[in-house]
Every structure is written in C-alpha cells, then in structure tokens.
C-alpha cells in the first residue's frame, strides 16, 4: 500500500499532485509551537526536502505545545530534535536542519535554496527579517502568529500579492507587544494555526482552492469566530524593501533590535578575574589595547565566532566610541548569551586608564 | 449611523471587550479613532491596522461601512 494512498485517490490530487509535493522543497523558520505542527504535516504529506531553521534547545516549558519533542529531546536543538523525530515519521524525504539563527546574512542564500518559506518564529524581529528576504528572493510565504487564544494567518508575496509590511509597514515600539514565554499560550493555539499554514502551504503547491493571499485569517479559540480581512498591496512598503537589496545582507542588527544595552564603566571591569573583555573593532583598527587580555571578536564576523565567548564569564565589549559596542551586545543577546555589557569608554579611553592605573601601581 | 467595533488580540483587552456598538457622526476613520484614544486612552500607545467592512483601510478614509476592526500585529509562534 503506497504511503501517500490517501491523496492519491482523492482526484484532486492524484499521483500527479503527490509528485508535485515529492518535488517541493519548503523552509520552515522555528521549529516551535508553530513549526512543529507545520513540520509534521508536511513530513507526512511527503514535501520532497524540507529546511528547519532553528538555533534554540528544548525546554521543559514548550513540551506543553511543541509535539514534535519529548523529555529525551531536553536541552537538544530544536531543529536537530525535530529532524530526528520527523525522519522516523517519514524517511523517504529529505530533511535537512539548521541549528543556527536566522540573519540579514545567511537569510537570502538560504531561501534561494527553498520554494516556499513558513514563519513560525516568536519575535518582531525575525518576522520582519522574513518577510523582507521572502520579497527579495520572491518566494511566498506562509505566515502564522499568535497571541493567547488568537491567531493570524495570511499567504504572501505569492503571485504579486501583498508582503507583511503591507499590512504593519513597521516592527512595533519594543516592549509593546509581549510573546508567549512573557504572557502566556494556550497550547492547542499554535496546533491550529500551525496545521492552517501546512494546508496554505499544500494548497499552493498543488493549486488548490484560494490561498489566504490579500487576506488575513484571524481566529479566536475562545469564542470560535474567525474573520477574513482584505489586505492591499502597497508597492512602496515592497519597493522600500527592494531598494536594500544590495546591502540587505549587512543590514544594521540595531534597527531591528528592541532590546535595552546594558553599560558598564571600565573602573568596574579592571582587575576583575571574572570578565571577558571584547574587542569588537575590525583587525585593524587601532590603538590596539595590549595591556589587558583581550578578545577579538571583529563586528563584521562576530556571528561566525561566538565560541570564542566564554559563557561563565560577564562580557564587557568595546569598540572605538561605543556604538558599535552596543550593537554587538544587542547581537549576542538576540542569540541569547547573557551577561553582556557594553563599556562606555573606547579603546583611546581604556589605554588612558591603564596607563594611570599603572603609574598608581608604580608609586 | 450605528457601527460595530471589534477589537482584537491587546486591543481586547485594553478595552475590556471584543466588540461594541456605538452611534458615531464623524465621517473619517481618523476621527473615530480620535474617539476611540478618548474612551480608551492606552491605546494611543498600542500598533493597530483598522478595517472597514473586513478590508484594510488607512486614517483617511472615509467611514462608509458599519463593522470596523482594530487589529494588533502578534509576535508569538
């Protein structure tokens, strides 16, 4: 009995539709409460190659609503994890994980390689970053989001169609707007609105019904209701996004990061044996600030090398004037490293310390 | 004219209620959102699209239909 039997004799489908799903390759971002229902569906549908995008591990938190995961997957990858459990679903596919975090860097390359893209990630700024690659690739994307008991879902950039930012042209003002580790799910929500966007992702594959393209699906658990509202393309939020292009893969991390920085002086770093100083200037850049141990960990790079990072230690970064200091730090909290701060003063200003803490130890 | 607010997702719950109905003269959706900051000033500070009869519309236009909807963006996933 073919696996597939179920489509196959529906004649909406038939072999051809399944072989058209054997041959479509879909990324899906976050392998959380709702890549993890979208994951399934389409495993077991049969989706030819399949992406998970995801750097974060399982916690004892989102087993309430991340089904794909068990107690023997704590503390693993989530899109390891993920791939491990959809291999035994269905291994005549092709699965491949990406235990790293989406960026403005790796986010274009990534989805030339895919047909359709599925966001499920939990944040603005990942959202946002979505939507933007998807419209410079020009590849559909299938989106969900969720809020307690509601949800939204929408297709867009198919066919010409409406991005995202056609519908929230800006992330919100950070802090507004809290995700569910603050605030709360109800764990069936994402099972919902997750297997709404596997069907949108089938539908376009096959060609079948009417993707929710130009429209956003808003369901509400609680009382049942759903409406569908009519969203209008504006090609200038589109033509705005077009127009980074070129530089979109070095994109300010800054402008979509919400997060305050933490500062500290560098009276408070000298001698502490606890404290990793980071030189986040390009190679060479100088003064070089030889008389402290230092880490190079240049801005350009810094993503590549974050096992240079020493995560028992509190992180005091530093660059020429402090600004690109700060942006590191919004950097390596969006990955999740704690205890990191960013010096107030800059290279100059740290040698100038040094030198008079060294004339004090002198006399 | 009499109009239907619903209100979604934050929205809701600054207003304490997932829809209402209200007798409203103004003729653009901007002063009744001026109407709506003055019964429930908190969501001055909220990110909300408005729709009018189940499309998006801008502050500009003009009140035509009798369902509007105040629409947050979410995050979660």
């Known amino acids: ?363 | 004219m009499l109009i239907t607010i619903k209100y979604f997702g934050q929205i809701a719950e600054v207003t304490q209620r997932e829809e209402e109905s209200l007798e409203f003269s103004g003729s653009l959706i901007s002063e009744l959102i001026e109407y709506i900051y003055s019964k429930y000033g908190i969501l001055k500070k909220k990110d909300f699209q408005i729709a009018q009869n189940q499309e998006l519309v801008s502050l500009e236009t003009k009140i035509s239909g009798k369902e509007i909807a105040l629409l947050p963006p979410f995050a979660g996933g």
């Open chain 1, 1 to 363: 009995m073919n696996r597939y039997n179920r489509h196959i004799i529906l004649s909406e489908i038939g072999q051809e539709g399944q072989d058209k799903i054997s041959k479509a390759k879909v990324l899906v971002i976050g392998a959380g409460g709702l890549g993890c229902p979208v994951l399934q569906y389409l495993t077991a549908a049969g989706i030819g190659t399949l992406g998970i995008v995801d750097f974060d591990v399982v916690e004892l938190s989102n087993l309430q609503r991340q089904v794909l995961f068990g107690t023997s997957s704590l503390g693993e990858n989530k899109a390891s994890a993920a791939k491990k459990r959809l291999e035994d679903l269905n291994d005549s596919i092709s699965i491949v994980a990406y235990p790293e975090k989406l960026t403005h860097k790796n986010a274009v390359d990534l989805f030339n390689q895919y047909d359709i893209i599925v966001d499920g990630s939990d944040n603005f700024a990942t959202r946002y970053l979505v939507n933007d690659a998807t419209v410079i690739t020009n590849k559909p994307l299938v989106f969900g989001s969720i809020y307690k008991f509601e949800g939204q879902v929408s297709v867009f950039n198919y066919n010409n169609g409406p991005s995202y930012r056609c519908l929230f042209p800006t992330p919100p003002e950070k802090g507004t707007v809290p995700n569910c580790s603050e605030i709360g799910v109800l764990g069936v929500l994402p099972g919902i609105i997750g297997s709404m966007q596997a069907n949108e992702v089938l539908k376009i594959i096959l060609g079948l019904g009417q993707p929710l393209s130009g429209k956003l699906l808003c369901y509400n658990a609680l009382n049942n209701q759903s409406i569908t509202l009519k969203i209008n393309k504006s090609a200038s939020e589109i033509e705005t996004v077009l127009d980074k292009k070129d530089s979109f893969h070095s994109q300010d991390v800054e402008e979509i990061c919400d997060i305050e920085i933490d500062t500290i002086s560098i009276t408070e770093v000298i001698n502490q044996t606890n404290i990793q100083i980071i030189d986040v200037r390009e190679t060479h850049e100088t003064p070089k600030v030889d008389s402290l141990d230092v880490t190079y960990m240049p801005l350009s790079v810094l993503e590549s090398q974050l096992d240079k990072i020493n995560p028992e230690k509190t992180k005091a970064i530093f660059c020429q004037s402090g600004i690109r200091s700060k942006k590191a730090v919004s950097m390596l909290k969006a990955f999740e490293i704690k205890n990191c701060y960013s010096l107030i003063e800059g290279a100059s200003e740290i040698n100038e310390f040094c030198q008079s803490a060294d004339k004090l130890k002198i006399k």
